[in-house]
């Protein structure tokens, strides 16, 4: 480190990492909580809290920029915090009044007259997760929580087997490690309890759960979605309409899924969740998404129609028994990056804000007590097993498990689960990492070996690299790539072998591509064209060998998701 350079630190009471509906609720409620907490004392002449310093840390420029979600929200979380958010102005695009479950065919669209209980969002916000976040930071900053756009958290800082903060990444290095004239250190910031809520597959939370042997019972399993957003013929415009389903006879073998969801200005969130889980090292999210909006009633829809936006996220999909442990000594887990998402549903947005909410509470029974030790941070799991959160996963904790074992178990399992509360034939129901199922292509049928041929249209269907012009994603070429490889000669031989590098297919923005490598003839090498990168951690969880790790590039870069 250049001596002009020299690390910064800072101190506060609470840290959050990710600027996530889960953080932002959970902040909003600490000083709103703080606040009641302080009026009770009063009346009833006891000393309060000292208001305690709250600091957000988020990776994307801006908060909200990094957000991509369908999104027609539960409003439930949402109006425990601000009753009155409808009246504040909250923007949501449109209320559900129609809530379908469509089969799309060969030959068009059949409407499924009883709607699964887990597609009936009637009364549901439909919202974009972009605005909806930049809404909520403002209340936040408004009741006194410091917001860093732009700061992403690197490493945990440990001490003395507790968590005593985060260290940001360093900002101005050159592809080869070396400082550039910009160069500076990132932070370290100490806090008396840190907060990881960064969303699916969180850098910070893999660190944490690795580091204090949080992992749940299950195995943790995630699916892939691509958003699209376009700006349709008005009169094919519907407000209120939420559509959710899937393809027939694709159905027979597994389980991907879509949505369409109507917003202002003629535009719709159209969007394709693929499962992780696939045997086949072709598994493509972004082809799947393409490939969808050739059925007839989608290439109708798009007709004439204009793409705005493109995107693509992990969906952590694992529910309940995939969840860590959510506290240790000095932090806690809110949020995706614990798995509270409800996947059976495509459901995360309010179970993330009440994580929040449970947290935030917990947070200030610890602030009172000046104890920020696991024994007090555990009562957020105490009431997080007392809420409607916990129930709602409850009901759904063997979704992903059923899923994972293929139509006719599905079939089988899904009426017994329903009629038993969740249960089903078997409980729990263990689920196996989705990388550990791909299978090398010598054990793939003939027809299975070779990825399938498509030829994207440019008007309806767009290749990776086209698309993520869409995504608004930018990253400084000379910096060292935030992908990580740790055997890239593995990717050269092994993997190319066995499964013919999968890499170029489940990432959706063409990020790695294998090219013929000039000092091994008849090989190829990896080439990473870091700077497309959308964030979706897809890569760090698909990859067969698991030697992919995401890390934040640079604070303020990556994807703009503004309005998704
Ligand atoms: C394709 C898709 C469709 C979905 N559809 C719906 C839907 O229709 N309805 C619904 O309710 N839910 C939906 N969900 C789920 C929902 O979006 C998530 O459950 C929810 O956003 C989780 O909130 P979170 O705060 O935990 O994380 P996120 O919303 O992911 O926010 C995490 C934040 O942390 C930041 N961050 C990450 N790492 C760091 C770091 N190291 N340092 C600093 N900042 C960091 C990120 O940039 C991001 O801003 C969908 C999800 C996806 C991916
Ligand atoms: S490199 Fe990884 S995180 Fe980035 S877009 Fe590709 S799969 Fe997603």
């Known amino acids: ?37 302080n009026r009770r004392a009063e009346a009833a002449g006891r000393p309060g809290i000292e208001p305690p310093s709250v600091l957000v840390l988020e990776k994307a420029a ?25 009246q504040q102005g909250f923007p949501t695009e449109y209320v559900c009044n129609y809530a379908g479950f469509w089969i799309f065919h060969p ?10 209980p887990n597609f009936r969002k009637k009364g549901y916000h439909v919202v974009s997760l972009s605005n909806a976040a930049k809404w ?50 990132g932070m370290d910031i100490f806090a008396k309890v840190t907060v990881i809520g960064e969303g699916v597959r969180g850098t910070l939370a893999k660190q944490l759960v690795d580091r204090f042997d949080l992992a749940g019972q299950n195995a943790p399993t995630f699916e892939t979605g691509i958003k699209e957003i376009w700006r349709i013929d008005p009169k094919k415009h519907v407000p209120g309409r939420v559509v959710h389903g899937m393809q027939f006879p694709e159905i027979l073998s597994h389980f991907h899924g879509m949505w369409l969801y109507d917003m202002k200005d003629n535009l719709i969130s159209y969007g394709f969740v693929t499962l992780l889980d696939s045997e086949s090292p072709h ?11 050739t059925t007839p009633w989608m290439r109708w829809l798009l007709e004439g129609a204009e793409l ?3 995107g693509a996220k992990a969906i952590p999909a694992g529910g309940l028994y995939a969840q860590p442990k ?24 309010h179970m993330a804000m009440k994580s929040g909410m449970l947290a935030a509470e917990t947070l200030v029974e610890a602030l009172a007590q000046q104890d920020f030790s696991a024994k007090t941070l555990g009562a957020y799991a105490e009431r997080y097993r007392r809420s409607w959160a916990w129930q709602e996963h409850y009901q759904a904790r063997n979704f992903g498990g059923s899923i994972e074992r293929g139509t006719f178990f599905f079939g089988l399992n899904e009426p017994i689960r329903m009629l038993t509360g969740g249960r089903g034939l078997r409980d729990p129901l263990p689920t196996e990492a989705g990388h550990l199922r791909m299978k090398p292509l010598s054990e793939l049928p003939g027809s299975k070996r070779e990825k399938e041929k498509f030829e994207f249209d440019g008007k309806l269907t767009f290749t990776k690299e086209h698309l993520v012009q869409f995504s608004g994603t930018k990253h400084e070429v000379d910096q060292p790539s935030h992908l990580v490889v740790a055997d890239t000669d593995l990717c050269s031989t092994t ?12 990432c959706p923005a063409a990020v790695y591509e294998m090219i013929p490598d000039p000092g091994n003839p008849g090989r190829k090498k990896l080439l990473i064209h870091h700077e497309n990168c959308v964030h979706c951690k897809t890569c760090d969880i698909a990859d067969p060998y698991q030697v992919i790790t995401w890390t934040p590039p640079e604070g303020g870069e990556g994807p703009d998701y503004t309005q998704m």
């Open 1 to 37: 480190m250049s001596p002009a350079a020299q690390r910064e630190s800072m101190q506060v009471d609470v840290l959050y990492v990710g600027a996530g509906p889960a953080t932002l609720a959970s902040a909003l409620h600490l000083m709103n909580q703080v606040s009641e907490h």
């Open 62 to 86: 801006s908060v909200g920029d990094h957000m991509l979600s369908g999104a027609v929200m539960n409003p439930k979380a949402l109006r425990e915090l601000v009753p009155d958010f409808e």
């Open 107 to 116: 030959k068009g669209k059949l409407n499924v007259p009883i709607v699964p």
């Open 136 to 185: 909520l930071a403002e209340r936040t900053e408004a009741a006194g929580v410091e917001i860093y756009p732009g700061f992403a958290g690197d490493q945990l800082l440990i001490e003395g087997g507790r968590v005593v903060g985060v260290r940001t990444g360093d900002m101005g290095v050159d592809k080869s490690g070396k400082p550039k004239a910009n160069y500076q250190p």
């Open 283 to 293: 598994c493509d999210p972004h082809l799947e998404a393409q490939k969808f909006k």
């Open 308 to 310: 705005v936006r493109y």
């Open 326 to 349: 959510l506290y240790t000594d000095g932090a806690l887990l809110v949020g995706d990056s614990a798995s509270f998402c409800n996947a059976q549903n495509l459901a995360g947005i």
């Open 495 to 506: 993997c190319a072998e066995e499964f013919g590098n999968p890499c170029e297919s489940f």
